[in-house]
């Protein structure tokens, strides 16, 4: 058999290609911003997880401008050889200050963080439970390690303790879940997870790539949401969110931190962040921590945002965070109203199985600070005049 019959074997895309509804690798032509040029024509960005609105902000721009004049385009080599940057170390620094955890260690991206926490900390014998909905990078990182991955129903307590209860009492375990779930937009009952796992001595490890600038005191996140930041063992974000540039981190106490980078081949084998990039993660920070009004102005345009869809007769996935789901069920309904809705000038995103069960697809709504009401609300008209619900 020819390995790459697969690849000519007809697929989902090619099916959406022929009737006109693939959705996938629109150009952008412009800064990701609230409003953006794609494919010639101006569209308001509700796809997009800047949350913070962070990326065309001067401080951060001029910060990467900087840092690749003084640096250069790369680091051309790994942290753990050629690639650490007196930046690196300033960027880890002030994080680990921030989220208040002794140590952080930054990685090249988030999608790269998972793969690396998690083979490190994980060995053969060690068990990892998780949440059904994670991302998709925390299941390749289960993968990658030598431990067995039991998964547990969508923030179903009873199911994860079923689950704590057939490890091992001499084995290692790791509750991994999302804070944020990227396509719900809901958020881990961190209080339950954290109690079980005194319970049954497991540890816990929070991806909060969604929670960081968005929930949390100063939009430190999702365990400082629930008053809980003494009680995560590892925090997993990302600098392409809030932070507005590419890359991810850790942050775990410092003989954990050191453990994994001396561990962690994703880490050791890649290339570090390149200093532009590096640089304007810091600056968003520093942003960040200087106007904490921004997590403020965030929440209450995403609660404009619900209330706009709901009262245009939208059914939504509730959720307390910038991501705002709307049902639209059947997978080929989906491409269509998504291409409609781009189409009359508003960016969305259409989830569909495997990152939602069949049955349940979403457009998947996110904001921004950088949104105005007044956009909010010419892009759910735009929405509710495509799904039918306009008369409401």
Request: net charge negative; charged share 25%; aromatic share 8%.
């Amino acid at each position: 058999m020819d390995l790459f019959e697969k690849c000519y074997a007809p697929s989902l895309a090619d099916e959406a290609r022929k009737a006109g509804i693939y959705p996938y690798f629109h150009a952008l032509e412009s800064r990701q911003d609230a409003q953006v040029v794609m494919e010639g024509k101006r569209r308001i960005m509700l796809g997009s997880n800047n949350y913070l609105g962070l990326t065309i902000h001067p401080e951060v721009i001029e910060a990467g401008r900087r840092a690749f004049e003084q640096y250069g385009s790369g680091c051309s080599g790994s942290r753990y050889l050629n690639g650490t940057l007196s930046l690196h170390l300033e960027l880890e620094e002030e994080l680990a200050r921030f989220l208040r955890k002794e140590a952080v260690m930054t990685f090249s991206t988030g999608f790269q963080s998972n793969l690396g926490i998690i083979s490190a900390l994980v060995g053969r014998g060690d068990y990892m439970i998780c949440d059904k909905e994670n991302h998709a990078s925390i299941y390749d990182g289960c993968r990658l390690s030598y431990g067995t991955m039991l998964r547990y129903k969508h923030n179903d307590m009873a199911d994860l303790e079923r689950l704590l209860q057939k490890v091992p009492e001499k084995a290692g375990c790791l509750i991994i879940t999302d804070g944020v779930f990227s396509m719900g937009g809901d958020i881990a009952p961190l209080p339950q997870i954290v109690a079980l796992a005194r319970q049954y001595g497991a540890r816990v490890m929070v991806d909060d790539a969604h929670g960081l600038g968005v929930l949390g005191e100063g939009g430190r996140g999702t365990a400082s949401h629930f008053g809980l930041e003494d009680e995560v063992d590892v925090y997993m974000g990302t600098f392409s969110k809030s932070l507005a540039s590419l890359g991810g981190y850790m942050a775990a106490s410092a003989k954990v931190v050191d453990y994994v980078k001396h561990n962690s081949r994703p880490f050791i084998f890649s290339a570090s962040i390149p200093p532009a990039q590096c640089a304007a993660a810091l600056a968003a920070l520093r942003v960040l921590e200087r106007h904490p009004e921004l997590v403020t102005r965030l929440a209450a345009l995403s609660a404009y945002a619900r209330e706009g869809l709901k009262k245009r007769g939208l059914t939504i996935r509730e959720s307390a965070t910038p991501i705002v789901p709307i049902f639209t069920y059947d997978m080929e309904n989906t491409l269509r109203k998504a291409k409609e809705i781009y189409e009359a000038g508003v960016y969305v995103n259409p989830v569909l199985p495997p990152a939602v069960p069949q049955g349940e697809c979403l457009l998947r709504t996110s904001y921004m600070a950088s949104l105005t009401e007044e956009l909010i609300d010419e892009a759910a008209d735009q929405i509710a005049k495509v799904m039918g619900t306009d008369h409401a």
